[in-house]
């Protein structure tokens, strides 16, 4: 039975923490806590994490006016409090840690007038201590690009390198930085800030080391000691070239039929992409107009045919990851005509053919020997051949031609006639 009574009389004291709140039955499932730190942090330096109390409706819930209605409970062990500030309806603690880790830090909210019931929100935060400096490098050039880390060539870098350091620390420490610019180029410098020119293109990693020390001072007032604490950082930066422009190496005259070569070589960084079309006109190609290529080297060929003879012109595109760039190369295309080379070939062959006839003809006639001396010309066949092989290199009247027919055809004598024999 007295269990029993000491059960209800417990949630009769929990309700009565609860009635101050109006109502605060329902409060837990409304509020949140948002946290915020501007850790990470070395070890002995101070970070500070702020909590405030919101609605979750997006602040349409109204908030108590007496803002002293709320309190709010930190656990930030084994962390050392410095510092805490309470203000309306948030708190803000510094805390400082001795040893490296990953510190969790927790915080809730309750009614100050009943510290031990149900929190109305929670939260919490992991804090990060290291024994080496904290900060970043910060790359900038004047040509702005829409890439992250990537650069310019040939253009003028400036390097910094910040330091987080929100409690002021470090405000007594001299530094020194020891540069590594990824191209085998090292530069050590007491300033934060120094200024580089890549010449060439590629991906480097630049490299920081930042050395910082300071006398320490005991409690009494004399130096305890010289003080170093160290860092090391990197990031990584792409160097571009911006495309210049596109040379173009090729024929200006070609004839149908014939293969066509043009080599593009590219003034700038790949990875590139090249698109090119032919057109009637150099016009620039629009979006759409033709298949992008993607081309890994500053050099690109290209072939083609051309089947119809006229007036062309290549209509090239060719960008990378900063700029683009439009050139055009001109060529005429003529029909292709047979040489007159194309028949010395036949008619050597027929002439030789011929010759031979009538060398044949000569040997098996030997007896017509003065006919021949007599009438010194080739005999018509060797006349037929040549009139019809080499017709458009000897042009001759047809008159003439009737000529020289009846005069050849004259000095033959007829087959059924004796042979007539000379003694010389």
Known sequence: MAPAIY???GRVVWLACLLP???PSVAADLYELSLTTDGPATTGAEVTIAASLEARDNGTLALPADVHVYHFLWIHTPLMLTGKV???LSSTISVVGSVPGDFLVSVWVTATSCRMCHPLAR??????????LMGNIVISQNTSLPWPSSYLTKTVLEMSFLLHDPSNFFKSASFLYRWDFGDGTLLATDSSVVYYNYSIIGTFTVKLEVVAQWEEAK???TMKGIVQKTGDFSTLLKLQESLR???VLGPTLI?????MTVTL???GSPPLTVCWRLKPECLPLEEGECHPTSVASTAYNLTHTFRDPGDYCFSIRAENDISKTHQYHRIQVWPSRLQPAAFAFPCATLITVTLAFVMYMTLRNATRQKDVAENPEPPSGVRCCCQLCCGPFFRESSSEYLEIVRENHGLLPPLYKSVRTYTV
């Open 86 to 88: 309470e203000k309306d």
């Open 255 to 259: 004839q149908t039929f014939q293969k």
């Open 123 to 132: 939260s919490f935060v992991v804090v990060a201590i290291t024994k080496f």
């Open 21 to 23: 709140l109006a109502p």
């Open 245 to 247: 422009g596109i040379q």
């Open 265 to 267: 070589n590219f003034l």
């Open 219 to 221: 409690p009494d007032g």
């Open 7 to 9: 059960s209800r009389l």
